[in-house]
């Protein structure tokens, strides 16, 4: 591993290249919250965000979502298909929350969103990620219209398959955070991670089960205790984690 090229350092992830075409991808233990201003390690929150990630990516490929996920390693790494990335971060909202009751105070506190509402954020950590409209990525040339038709068509359906996967567990999906790439065939694939660090998840008792825990209290200790509780409600190992008392 030593051997691998570190080509990016974000605030969740190292990306190593393996070659051309595909990446490893480290999950850290670090935790950002409040636009990356609030910093903290968990023990152990790297590997739990890895393995959720690539158990829910294979339960997308088998649904048939084109997704970057190659395999997994068991631990923190995660190997990826090389994506150019598209500057977008997709939000798909089952229930108003978040940054949406900020930015629209006329939604009730996990309002139903249904259909759910898409909402586009230009990311650049420089600008905060702006909210962006369709308009403007087509008219500033970000992608075209039917790149973007594209990208809306598989989010919409991304969010059915974790809707009904996240249902069967008896978890309510709040909302999710995604990333597209384009591949070397020119193809839309979704990228980046799907964890408790990009979406939003309640149990029946209303707690989350995501990374909201760590922007509310700053305790690590707490988060883990979710993240953990996470796993082991859509049944992934969790015995190799480090256990907060
Ligand atoms: N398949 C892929 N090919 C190339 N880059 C990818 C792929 N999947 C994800 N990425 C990028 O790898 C980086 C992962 O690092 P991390 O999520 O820690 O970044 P970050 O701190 O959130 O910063 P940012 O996402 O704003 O660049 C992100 O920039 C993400 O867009
Ligand atoms: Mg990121």
């Known amino acids: 591993m030593n051997t691998l090229q570190l080509i990016y350092e974000g605030k969740s992830k190292r990306v190593y290249a393996i070659d051309e075409g595909r990446l490893v991808m ?8 409040a636009d990356g201003l609030v910093k903290a390690v968990a023990m152990g929150k790297g590997i ?16 048939g979502v084109r997704t ?12 990826v298909k090389r994506l150019e990335i598209i500057p977008l971060e997709v939000i798909v909202r089952n229930y108003a929350y978040g940054s949406l009751l900020r930015r629209m105070p006329l939604y009730k506190p996990l309002q139903k969103l249904d259909p759910p509402l898409l909402e586009f954020h230009y990311k650049d950590d420089d600008l905060h990620d702006p909210l962006i409209l ?5 008219r ?16 919409f359906n991304v969010n059915k398959i974790l809707t009904s996967f996240f249902e069967s567990k008896g978890l309510r999906f709040v909302d999710i955070k995604l990333e597209f790439g384009i591949d070397r065939h020119g193809e839309v694939v979704l990228a980046d991670e799907i964890s408790g660090d990009t979406f939003r998840v309640l149990d029946e008792r209303g707690e989350h089960l995501d990374k909201e825990v760590f922007r509310r209290t700053r ?14 409600r859509i049944g992934i190992g969790i015995e190799d984690v480090y256990t907060p008392s």
């Open 140 to 155: 500033v040339g970000i992608i075209d219209n039917s790149t973007l038709n594209c990208i809306k068509e598989v989010s």
């Open 219 to 232: 305790d690590v200790g707490s988060l883990l205790k979710a993240y953990l509780r996470l796993a082991e």
């Open 134 to 138: 369709e308009e403007d990525i087509i």
């Open 26 to 33: 480290e999950f850290k233990d670090d935790v950002t919250a």
């Open 68 to 79: 970057h996920f190659i395999d997994y390693d068991g631990k923190r790494r995660m190997f």
């Open 48 to 63: 739990l965000a890895a393995r959720v990630s690539s158990y829910l990516f294979d339960i997308l490929e088998k649904s």
